[in-house]
């Protein structure tokens, strides 16, 4: 019953669970039982955590989904060629530095590659 809260409280959260075993793992010369969960790729991209998870019982694995604390969404990166050169302000990417700079298109850097919306800032919705 245990697995199956585990995988429902996964699923709540946007998670696979590619496999949730109870196992006896060996410590420090002694061996304990403990969940080893297998989660999907998304909870890198979702999340920013391990596929693989251990915990010491149900209560702690459902807790740890409960506060996990989803990751800001990634910029939609597009060609440069789309970029609007009427002075809108954009996140940049530097194709040489390997880093975004802010600012508007001219059309004039060849290092620049890509483009997406400038983020808000703290606090700004």
């Keep these: 019953?245990?697995?199956?809260?585990?995988?429902?409280?996964?699923?709540?959260?946007?998670?696979?669970?590619?496999?949730?075993?109870?196992?006896?793992?060996?410590?420090g010369g002694e061996r304990y039982p403990q969940w080893v969960v297998d989660f999907g790729p998304e909870i890198d991209e979702l999340y920013g955590e391990s596929e693989e998870q251990f915990f010491e019982d149900t209560d702690t694995a459902?807790?740890?989904?409960?506060?996990?604390?989803?990751?800001?969404?990634?910029?939609?990166?597009?060609?440069?060629?789309?970029?609007?050169?009427?002075?809108?302000?954009l996140m940049l990417w530097d194709s040489v530095s390997k880093r975004p700079v802010f600012g508007s298109w001219r059309g004039d850097n060849h290092a620049i590659t890509h483009y997406a919306a400038e983020p808000a800032g703290p606090g700004a919705s």
């Design 62 to 89: 459902l807790q740890w989904l409960e506060d996990l604390i989803s990751l800001p969404p990634r910029p939609e990166w597009l060609p440069i060629a789309e970029a609007p050169q009427d002075g809108t302000r």
């Design 1 to 27: 019953m245990s697995k199956r809260k585990i995988i429902a409280a996964a699923k709540r959260r946007g998670l696979s669970v590619v496999n949730a075993a109870w196992e006896w793992t060996v410590g």
